[in-house]
């Protein structure tokens, strides 16, 4: 595996960096000297990132892509070669009632949140393996614990992510490769500006798990304890309290 001090000079993907968990990742890789290629919508936003990461010492490359459009991940994978840390961070939370939902705002959500993630890993995962290091993070939640009314796929798509990782943990340890899911909580962010904890927060306890053993962590004593106790509870309890959690905290 391959932790953050063990990053200088050697090439970090970050998607979703243009702002919140993704940007602040970015940057802290930065301070370890990575050489860090950022990934997301925003150009501008994207070099705004870039240039953090310099000033903090690592060496930066922005690609303005959209991985909602399915030839993207195959794409990015061909542009940047060999990575040695990939971190899957970009994802969006459409909220709401599921029958209220737009399908194409659901489908986009999937794309990026499953698909691209799914695929991206797929294309990089081979190489680290076959090299005998590398790392991957995977931005799950703390809602892959909690089945919410009102935010169906989203908490769907991160449980998704979650068990995923944790099986390609259990089929990479044995490879000098490192896969971690990640479960933040509530994160103060533009997507969450009701959060409680901050991106920089996230961020270290990402890539400080990057020398832990387990498949996953989640970020904050209270997510964690929140997080699992309703993971344990039968489904009839769960359900509603997961969706009053989320109206609480989420």
């Known amino acids: 595996m391959t932790t953050a001090p063990q990053m200088r000079g050697r090439t970090a993907l970050v998607t979703g960096a243009s702002g919140g968990i993704g940007r602040a990742i970015a940057v802290e890789l930065g301070g370890y000297g990575a050489d860090v290629v950022l990934v997301g919508r925003d150009e501008n936003a994207l070099t705004e990132a870039a240039a953090e990461v310099q000033a903090r010492g690592g060496t930066a490359r922005t690609i303005a892509l959209d991985l909602t459009d399915a030839a993207a991940p195959a794409k990015l994978a061909e542009q940047v070669g060999e990575v040695e840390l990939l971190v899957n961070n970009a994802g969006v939370a459409p909220g709401g009632p599921f029958v ?71 089929e990479t340890r044995g490879h000098g490769v490192r896969v971690v899911a990640v479960n933040p909580g509530a994160t103060l962010t533009a997507m969450n500006p009701r959060g409680t904890r901050t991106a920089e927060q996230v961020a270290r306890r990402a890539l400080g798990a990057l020398a832990g053993s387990g498949p996953e962590v989640t970020e904050g004593r209270l997510n964690a304890v929140l997080g699992h106790l309703v993971d344990q509870l039968p489904a009839r309890v769960a359900v509603p309290l997961g969706g009053w959690l989320m109206a609480r905290f989420g």
């Open 100 to 170: 209220e939902s737009d399908p194409a705002e659901l489908q986009a959500m999937v794309a990026l949140n499953i698909s691209a993630l799914t695929e991206l890993t797929g294309l990089l995962l081979p190489g680290m393996v076959a090299r005998g290091r590398g790392s991957v993070i995977n931005l799950a939640s703390v809602a892959a614990y909690v089945p919410a009314p009102g935010m169906a796929a989203y908490t769907a798509s991160k449980a998704y992510v979650l068990t995923l990782s944790r099986i390609l943990w259990a």
